[in-house]
């Protein structure tokens, strides 16, 4: 029985879960309000007046739950609470604050639910609330999916605006003044007669008031940072090496690990030797850990030189050893037996095909690691009473759980102090790090353990992107694409991420099709379908996620069937375009590069749109012939975002989500070969330099009432645009990735 027959009846059970969630985990569960998490061990001069705004003495802080791993996450948080509480961003500090359930993601609940709910409309509409709900009893807190502004643009705001009229409040209960009669300004109440009363100097008052709550939000006419540039709160620490991230990190009595895992992904031990590792200076313990071996030493250079001196036994890994044995897998996995998804089956395409001239070709997509320049790092202490964490993560609650397991605590007694992060891109929605410092640190109890992890380990034992196949049979007619069906096979993302968490993942999964089964083209025979391949190496959120894939294969093989229709690659997306804000990006792209047909001259233009995360993303990537091989010349890029927080750090965002998605796609790959990833550093595994890199203009377009991210969708369309710039001057076919194995670049 296919995978898709027994989707449907869990269709049901979403649906009836999503209709009555209040009934499935108890109306009180679903309606109640989480606690606030920053109430206890309060001073007397201490006030947190929500979860978000702690005021005492010294200042306001702003609590930014969701992680900052380069993408100006505190700051844009920090914005949006300023803007309501009226504090001057460059007077406030941030803190990411402790892993709490009323931090849970509202944004995370939208996609899931388009995916089980294609058709807008009120169904859309329960199945977000139904899956929402299910989201907030768990708690869920979470950053990914582009989800940050989403998820905090209103929250945040509001957050702001109750802290501010409950100062307001506390105000005119001291003075005696009627609070119509009080503003606020640069984080202080202001009296009619002009004085001011500084927020901190109500923080024991306040301490003892309810928040005002229901406060009417500021018209977008009196924002004073919204939509406005901002310079980020980081960006003179990062502008002049201060900025102290978790590998910086130091606690008092620490002692440095180092770790040796079986270089088989997946593979195990049987036994070890440390003979030479116990007789290096500066080792203290060599302790086992699981699938390996970590040494523990007075710091970490002693600690990873020892750890290679040890001689291990190791068990094969649980994947295929060759790439081809991986491909093959892929390839056997188009059958209905395989079939996980089919959200795509427009027109009648068996009859479309039936007696047409049919094109037809084969896409594939690599393995790719994260590799941030940051490598895994955690600090962890535990004793009898309980434990304290210091890392970088998006996951802090599943963080706190995994390390209450191993060292046999409850959650509540495990703290964790979030720490900035040097890069993810979804590296960090995985724990591992901890996992193994908490190991390590139960074998040495009291005292704090700093693991840091090489560059090799970091890279050789990554979760990577999944390896994706797809297959294209299409058709044309009358000068225009009448017919596609696209079969995508794929190893399932969120069991493989999910299962490390010991969390089931029930359903189709969404990403295996993600940036193709809805794209925004109204294809009159159109059938999209995902094919569940076997688990093969471990895989994991990758920047994008299934869209990074599936928008290359939507969009290259929609550009195969408009060359053969011989029309233009541009116009023709116009003319099957059937969203208003996708198609506003597309005429938005096409007026920013001047698109006019062929270039010629050995010059060659390509477009792609893709909606990933909610928003339309339409690129166009112009390149040269040379001498020297393919240069990259230009990139113009128009997303659709709702609401603009922050120009900057929109323009910053798209053009490093533009310049990381050409370097992987034109050199990135992870290979296997008995279970061992094949580049272990940046030598073998190279990524775009300064040179190489093309100019980027960027547009933030306005048009949508859904307030969208940005961090990830500039990454889907820019491979396939590139494909079909080399295309166009050089008349070559690119239909796997990295394209440097089949065309020389500059």
Same mark, same amino acid.
């Given at each position: 029985m296919?995978?898709?027959r027994?989707?449907t009846?869990r269709?049901?059970v979403?649906g009836a879960?999503?209709?009555a969630?209040?009934?499935a985990?108890g109306t009180?569960?679903v309606r =109640?309000?989480y606690?606030?998490?920053?109430k206890? !061990?309060?001073g007397s001069?201490?006030?947190?007046?929500t979860?978000?705004? =702690?005021?005492?003495?010294? !200042?306001?802080?702003l609590?930014?739950p969701?992680a900052?791993?380069?993408q100006g996450?505190?700051?844009?948080? %920090?914005?949006?609470l300023?803007?309501e509480?009226d504090?001057d961003?460059a007077?406030?500090?941030?803190?990411?604050?402790?892993?709490?359930p009323?931090?849970?993601?509202?944004?995370l609940a939208?996609?899931?639910?388009?995916?089980?709910?294609?058709?807008?409309?009120?169904?859309?509409?329960v199945?977000?609330? !139904?899956?929402?709900?299910?989201?907030?009893?768990l708690?869920?807190?979470?950053?990914?999916g582009?989800?940050t502004v989403?998820?905090?643009?209103?929250k945040?705001r509001a957050?702001?605006a109750?802290?501010?009229?409950t100062?307001? %409040?506390?105000a005119?209960?001291?003075?005696?003044?009627?609070?119509?009669?009080?503003?606020?300004?640069s984080?202080a109440v202001i009296?009619?007669?002009?004085?001011?009363?500084?927020?901190?100097? *109500?923080?024991?008052e306040?301490?003892?008031m309810?928040?005002?709550?229901?406060v009417?939000? =500021?018209?977008?006419?009196?924002?004073?940072?919204?939509?406005?540039?901002?310079?980020?709160?980081?960006i003179?620490?990062?502008?002049?090496?201060t900025?102290?991230? #978790?590998?910086?990190?130091?606690v008092? #009595?620490?002692?440095h690990?180092a770790?040796?895992l079986?270089?088989?992904q997946?593979g195990g031990i049987n036994?070890?030797?440390?003979?030479?590792a116990?007789?290096m200076?500066?080792v $203290?313990?060599?302790?086992?850990?699981?699938?390996g071996v970590?040494?523990?030493?007075?710091?970490?250079w =002693?600690?990873?030189?020892a750890?290679?001196s040890?001689k291990?036994?190791?068990?094969?890994?649980?994947m295929?050893a060759t790439?081809?044995a991986?491909w093959?897998?892929?390839s056997?996995?188009f059958?209905?037996d395989?079939?996980?998804?089919?959200?795509?089956?427009?027109?009648d395409?068996? %009859?479309?095909?039936?007696g047409?001239?049919?094109?037809?070709?084969?896409?594939?997509?690599?393995y790719?690691?994260?590799?941030?320049?940051e490598?895994?790092?955690?600090?962890?202490?535990?004793?009898d009473?309980g434990a304290?964490?210091?890392?970088?993560t998006q996951?802090p609650?599943?963080?706190?759980?995994?390390?209450?397991?191993?060292?046999?605590l409850e959650?509540?007694?495990v703290t964790?102090h979030?720490q900035?992060?040097?890069?993810?891109f979804?590296?960090r929605?995985?724990?591992?790090v901890?996992k193994?410092a908490?190991?390590?640190?139960? $074998?040495?109890?009291?005292?704090?353990?700093k693991?840091?992890?090489?560059?090799?380990?970091d890279?050789?034992?990554?979760?990577?992107?999944?390896i +994706?196949m797809?297959r294209?049979?299409?058709?044309?007619s009358?000068?225009?694409?009448?017919?596609m069906?696209?079969?995508?096979?794929?190893?399932?993302?969120?069991?493989?991420? *999910?299962?490390?968490?010991n969390q089931?993942a029930?359903?189709p999964?969404?990403q295996?099709?993600a940036?193709?089964?809805?794209?925004?083209?109204?294809?009159p025979?159109?059938r999209v379908?995902?094919?569940?391949?076997?688990a093969?190496?471990?895989?994991?959120?990758?920047?994008?996620?299934?869209?990074? &894939?599936?928008g @290359?294969?939507?969009?290259?093989?929609?550009d195969?069937?408009?060359?053969?229709a011989?029309a233009?690659?541009l116009?023709?997306?116009l003319r099957?375009?059937?969203d208003?804000?996708?198609?506003q990006?597309l005429?938005?792209?096409?007026?920013m590069?001047g698109?006019?047909?062929p270039l010629?001259?050995?010059?060659?233009?390509g477009? +792609?749109l893709t909606? &990933?995360? #909610?928003?339309p993303c339409?690129?166009?990537?112009?390149?040269?012939?040379?001498?020297?091989?393919?240069?990259l010349d230009?990139?113009?890029?128009a997303?659709?975002?709702g609401?603009?927080?922050?120009p900057?750090?929109?323009?910053?965002?798209?053009?490093?989500g533009?310049?990381?998605?050409?370097?992987?796609?034109?050199m990135?790959e992870?290979?296997?070969?008995?279970g061992?990833?094949?580049?272990a550093? @940046?030598?073998?595994?190279? &990524?775009?330099?300064?040179?190489q890199?093309?100019?980027?203009?960027?547009?933030?377009?306005?048009?949508?009432?859904?307030?969208?991210?940005?961090?990830e969708?500039?990454?889907?369309?820019a491979?396939?645009?590139?494909?079909g710039?080399?295309?166009a001057a050089t008349g070559q076919?690119l239909?796997?990735m990295?394209f440097n194995?089949f065309v020389?670049f500059a």
């Open positions: 296919s995978r898709l027994t989707f009846r269709a049901f979403v879960v999503a209709v969630g209040g009934v985990f009180y569960m =109640r309000s606690p606030n998490p920053l206890g !061990g309060l001069d201490e006030a947190a007046l979860p978000y705004v =702690r005021i005492d003495t010294d !200042g306001v802080t609590i930014t969701r900052d791993k380069g996450a505190y700051h844009v948080q %920090a914005a949006l300023a803007e509480l504090v961003l007077e406030v500090r941030v803190d990411p604050g402790p892993p709490a009323v931090y849970w993601n509202t944004a939208a996609e899931a639910a388009e995916f089980t709910v294609p058709a807008g409309g009120v169904l859309r509409d199945a977000e609330d !139904g899956i929402g709900a299910v989201m907030k009893v708690g869920l807190q979470i950053t990914g582009s989800t989403a998820d905090g643009f209103d945040l957050a702001g109750s802290a501010r009229e100062l307001k %409040a506390a005119a209960q001291r003075s005696g003044v009627d609070i119509a009669e009080l503003r606020t300004e984080g009296l009619p007669g002009g004085e001011r009363i500084p927020y901190p100097d *109500l923080a024991a306040v301490a003892e309810e928040p005002v709550q229901d009417p939000l =500021r018209a977008p006419s009196d924002w004073r940072y919204i939509g406005k540039p901002m310079q980020r709160l980081d003179v620490a990062k502008s002049t090496g900025q102290t991230y #978790g590998i910086d990190g130091a008092d #009595g620490m002692v690990a770790l040796l079986n270089p088989a997946g036994g070890y030797d440390a003979t030479d116990l007789a200076r500066g $203290q313990a060599v302790v086992p850990i699981t699938g970590a040494v523990v030493a007075d710091n970490t =002693r600690a990873m030189r750890a290679h040890i291990a036994d190791w068990t094969p890994a649980p295929p790439m081809d991986h093959q897998a892929l056997d996995a059958t209905q395989a079939l996980d998804s089919r959200k795509r089956d427009d027109g395409i068996d %009859a479309a095909l039936d047409a001239e049919v094109i037809e070709a084969e896409y594939r997509a690599p790719l690691v994260h590799a941030p320049l490598p895994l790092n955690a600090i962890v202490r535990v004793d009473a304290e964490v210091w890392t970088g996951i609650r599943f963080v706190q759980q995994n390390v209450a397991r191993i060292a046999g959650p509540e007694d964790l979030a900035m992060m040097g890069g993810s979804g590296h929605l995985e724990d591992e901890v193994y908490t190991e390590i640190a139960v $074998q040495m109890k009291g005292t704090p353990v693991l840091t992890y090489s560059r090799e380990e890279m050789l034992h990554d979760f990577p992107r999944q +994706a797809a294209m049979r299409g058709a044309v009358g000068g225009q694409v009448t017919a069906d696209l079969g995508i096979a794929s190893p399932s993302v969120m069991a493989s991420q *999910l299962g490390r968490q089931p029930p359903g999964d969404s295996i099709v940036g193709a089964w809805d794209a925004p083209f109204a294809i025979n159109l379908s995902g094919y569940r391949a076997p093969l190496a471990p895989i994991s959120s990758w920047r994008s996620v299934g869209a990074s &894939s599936g @290359f294969f939507q969009n290259a093989a929609l195969e069937l408009i060359h053969a011989g233009d690659p116009e023709e997306r099957l375009c059937n208003d804000l996708a198609r990006a005429e938005a792209v096409a007026e590069s698109w006019a047909g010629g001259n050995g010059k060659g233009r477009v +792609a909606r &990933s995360f #909610g928003v339409a690129e166009v990537v112009e390149v040269s012939v040379t001498d020297a091989g393919i240069v230009q990139v113009w890029v997303a659709e975002v609401t603009l927080v922050d900057v750090n929109f323009e910053n965002l798209v053009q490093g533009v310049i990381w998605a050409l370097g992987h796609a034109i990135g992870t290979t296997y070969e008995n061992a990833a094949q580049q550093n @940046f030598d073998t595994f190279p &990524s775009m330099r300064l040179y890199s093309p100019r980027i203009e960027v547009r933030a377009l306005e048009n949508g009432s859904r307030v969208l991210g940005i961090g969708p500039p990454v889907p369309p491979a396939p645009a590139l494909a710039a080399i295309f076919r239909r796997e990295p194995r020389d």
